[in-house]
């Protein structure tokens, strides 16, 4: 299969799960993640139509960005996503070039991408990573954090805060993930609720569901899709 049609049968599995659970498949955003793909085959998820792209290391993203603007003339017209850890010695080139940072995960590195963004002349859009199955292997915040956590980004003025990402744990069994995937969007209603209340400001954007597990987190609730393998394994 090449890209081109793994795309399609991805797009298509979207549409007909968000007919079940009574969704518009427009609702969703289908972000391919570019840590495994090659130039040509990022070239060819932009030909399928793809215009998101997630990196999960900023060297690495920064290289196929800059690889594929020296032949491709509207990258700008593309949304770039970071999705993997970001380590404050990265924030520059990160606020760079990332239209919305999906790993906010500590305030001492929102405070870093509000000072950069700042120095830019930018508002950088980020989600706040929230580690919901609480394994000590994964990067995030844990539940109990998140509102304090959101209260003290608000603050900060090059920021915007537009929602929440979750990794859920690697399973044989997707149905293991739908607990985190609803505790997510359950944690994002609460915020909207108790913290934005009658704030135009809202969070919308709820980024779960991978490869394994995408169609359980649409049924869920996710507004944003992360796909690597189901898009660049041919
Ligand atoms: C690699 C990665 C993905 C995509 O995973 P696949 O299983 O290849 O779909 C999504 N999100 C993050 C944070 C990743 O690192």
Redesign the pocket.
């Known amino acids: 299969m090449s890209v081109r049609e793994n795309i399609l049968r991805v797009q298509r599995d979207i549409s007909s799960v968000c007919q079940k659970a009574g969704r518009g498949s427009k609702e969703i955003v289908l972000l391919a993640?570019i840590?495994?793909a090659d130039i040509t085959q990022i070239r060819e998820a932009l030909d399928g139509g793809i215009s998101d792209f997630?990196g999960?290391k900023v060297q690495d993203t920064l290289k196929k960005y800059n690889a594929l603007s020296e032949n491709c003339c509207f990258l700008t017209a593309l949304s770039w996503h970071m999705?993997?850890h970001l380590q404050t010695n990265k924030v520059k080139d990160a606020v760079k070039i990332f239209d919305l940072i999906?790993s906010v995960d500590s305030l001492r590195l929102a405070e870093a991408i509000d000072k950069e963004a700042k120095r830019i002349n930018k508002v950088q859009n980020v989600l706040i990573e929230v580690n919901v199955s609480g394994e000590s292997t994964k990067y995030g915040v844990s539940q109990d954090e998140v509102l304090d956590l959101t209260r003290k980004m608000l603050l900060l003025r090059h920021l915007r805060l537009k929602g929440l990402m979750t990794?859920a744990p690697l399973s044989d069994n997707v149905e293991r993930s739908r607990q985190y995937f609803r505790t997510l969007r359950l944690l994002r209603d609460k915020i909207n609720n108790e913290i934005l209340n009658g704030n135009n400001q809202q969070l919308e954007i709820l980024s779960m569901g991978?490869?394994?597990d995408y169609k359980v987190a649409i049924e869920e609730g996710a507004t944003m899709v992360?796909?690597?393998?189901?898009i660049f394994k041919t």
């Open positions: 993640v840590k495994e997630g999960n999705v993997g999906h990794i991978m490869t394994q992360r796909i690597g393998r189901a």
